[in-house]
């Protein structure tokens, strides 16, 4: 990143590959559970950010209003009530489901 390129190791001559014009965007999570740390050399060309997890009240209510949203986005196919009905249950096991994916 450093020198606008990187060598190609899969060619005979290790051919530097110049790059022009990128924006380069990454996410990744905190060290541990399979997940390396990075560099300070490496974080250096990113601005990085940290966002603090959704407590299960705030997140129950961003589903609730997306969920909302949804049903009321195509008035000529309606939901049956019995659908909007079980969104409470689907926020709820949305919610479980992300919580097991983070431990």
Known sequence: MD??????????????????????CAAMGPPGGGRSAITNRYTRHFNVLYIEPYSVVSMNSIYQNVMDWMYRSNPKIPYLPAVIAMRDNIVSATIQIYQQIQT
């Open 3 to 24: 020198y606008g390129g990187w060598y190609d190791f899969t060619t005979v001559d290790k051919d530097f590959r110049y790059t022009t014009k990128i924006g380069f």
